[in-house]
């Protein structure tokens, strides 16, 4: 059951802090280094003050979207996290039910700790659930990369979403006080039977980073090459930079997700809540963009939808959920924020999605 006095993804927050062991905590909510983008994530949209309108007529309102030749019930998608297992023992495959119970998307990590098949298998028929993505890092191997591509269209999953924000971890200061390991019973499962990368020998005056991992990283190129052996939508999440996400649509990418990662990667970085209007402006009014990082009320979701974002993702709040309730947990997390949205909307004086824009908002 929910635990007493959880009443927001805040509560879920802290009550997972205290359920979580140290490794595992450290794990989901840690930022990368001095975790300055982890905290603009959540004040950047705290610092946007909305704007209402009153006695205007919302009869027939509702949160539906439309996205990618889909219709989901509202905009909230659940981001891939790593190794949902270390939150839950039955991991994933909670998230996956839970998704489904609320209509809400789910985009499975690379590095999910269930195989994709199950999760999967798991979730309802396509019409009474929302869109099912699989999140792809290259890897080093291109023809395991390309296997994975495949085992994921055949399993079923509506689009693929290539995070291109993360060729390097961040400096994990938070995981490396706690020495993080993962436990022995949780791994990458959808990656074992990788081949070991070639084994690179470095002399002193050659770089780990540049010598040995990013030789293999992937480049636009390998958007394009992906673009050409799937017919699935292509999304890449991690983008920032107005550029790369005109790049981004030139490669032949569907749609782009405006992400720092929730502050994981790269610090200092800014928000993305500051970021995604420049985004929308650069890629005009059509072009599908999603925004993550730090929401965490339903006002969050008003906001980006505001600034432009088409549908919203939650990382961190669905974990603690998960933790604290396994699929219910996730589910409760799910419909909060469903809810908060629709009393945002009405208080705002929104029956749409449609209807938010960035006069709902004080400037
Ligand atoms: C992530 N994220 C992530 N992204 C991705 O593309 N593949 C992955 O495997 C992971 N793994 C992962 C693990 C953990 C513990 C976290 C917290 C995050 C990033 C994630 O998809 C999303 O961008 C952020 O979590 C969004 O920010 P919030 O909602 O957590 O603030």
């Excluded at 689009?159 to 200061?173: H, K």
């Excluded at 505001?306 to 993702?313: E, N, R, S, Y």
């Amino acid at each position: 059951p929910i635990p007493q006095g959880v009443v927001s993804l805040g509560d879920h927050e802290m009550h997972a802090a205290k359920r979580l062991d140290a490794n595992a905590f450290a794990y989901f909510s840690g930022g990368a280094a001095d975790e300055i983008t982890l905290r603009a994530n959540r004040t950047a949209w705290d610092g946007i003050q909305l704007f209402p309108r009153v006695l205007r007529n919302l009869v027939g309102g509702h949160t539906r979207t439309a996205l990618f030749g889909r219709t989901l019930a509202h905009p909230i998608l659940l981001a891939p996290v790593a190794f949902q297992r270390m939150a839950h023992r039955d991991g994933e495959m909670a998230t996956a039910y839970a998704a489904s119970m609320q209509g809400a998307g789910l985009i499975l990590s690379s590095q999910a700790s269930v195989l994709l098949e199950h999760v999967a298998r798991a979730v309802l028929p396509e019409r009474q659930r929302g869109p099912l993505w699989f999140q792809l890092y290259f890897q080093h191997d291109r023809g395991f990369t390309k296997e994975l591509v495949r085992r994921a269209e055949s399993a079923g999953y509506e689009a693929l979403v290539v995070t291109v924000d993360a060729s390097s971890s961040g400096v994990r200061d938070r995981e490396r006080r706690v020495g993080f390991k993962l436990p022995p019973d949780v791994s990458a499962v959808n990656l074992a039977g990788l081949p070991a990368p070639k084994p690179v020998m470095l002399n002193e005056h050659q770089s780990r980073m540049f010598d040995a991992l990013l030789a293999t990283a992937p480049t636009w190129k390998d958007i394009e090459w992906l673009r050409g052996i799937t017919r699935l939508p292509v999304i890449l999440k991690g983008i920032m930079h107005p550029g790369d996400a005109q790049l981004a649509a030139q490669h032949g990418a569907d749609g782009v997700i405006v992400s720092n990662h929730g502050g994981r990667t790269l610090d200092t970085v800014p928000a993305t809540a500051t970021i995604l209007p420049r985004i929308r402006a650069a890629m005009g009014p059509q072009f599908p963009i999603l925004a993550d990082g730090g929401i965490r009320r339903g006002t969050d979701v008003f906001k980006a939808i505001a600034l432009g974002a088409d549908a919203v993702l939650i990382g961190r709040p669905y974990v603690f959920g998960l933790a604290n309730a396994g699929a219910m947990g996730v589910s409760h997390v799910v419909r909060l924020l469903r809810d908060e949205l629709e009393i945002a909307m009405a208080l705002c004086g929104c029956a749409t999605l449609a209807d938010i824009n960035a006069d709902a908002l004080f400037s």
